[in-house]
């Protein structure tokens, strides 16, 4: 009886473990009528960014934030310069313990806004 015991709790010890890294994919589309220039995605901790030089018109970049070194709650930053050469600061989402309740955040840059979808 105690190797039953035993084999269930290192089951149920390794099923808990990640099997995949924390953090959150994202995905940037440009669908404004010009480029758009250093772009940058983050958490609000700042620890790590992705950082993408340009966005043309019409093209999507994508990546993987992780956010294995993040520790408290927050939320996600997008940063960029916009056609008409002023900075866009956008913060969205919110993360809890450092880890993300999403997988996926997509942004479609527009001329005069951001879209945002969690998925």
Do not use: W
Request: hydrophobic residues 35%; aromatic residues 10%; charged residues 25%.
């Amino acid at each position: 009886m105690n190797k039953i015991k035993f084999i269930l709790l290192l089951i149920l010890s390794n099923s808990c473990s990640p099997l995949i890294e924390n953090g959150i994919i994202v995905e940037i589309e440009n669908n404004s009528k010009l480029s758009v220039i250093g772009v940058q995605f983050y958490t609000t901790e700042k620890l790590i960014t992705l950082d993408f030089d340009k966005i043309k018109p019409e093209e999507t970049m994508s990546g993987f934030l992780s956010m294995k070194n993040n520790k408290s709650d927050g939320g996600y930053v997008l940063d960029f310069i916009g056609a008409n050469g002023e900075k866009e600061h956008t913060v969205v989402g919110y993360y809890t313990n450092g880890g993300s309740l999403d997988r996926k955040v997509k942004f479609t840059i527009e001329t005069k806004k951001t879209l945002v979808k969690f998925d």
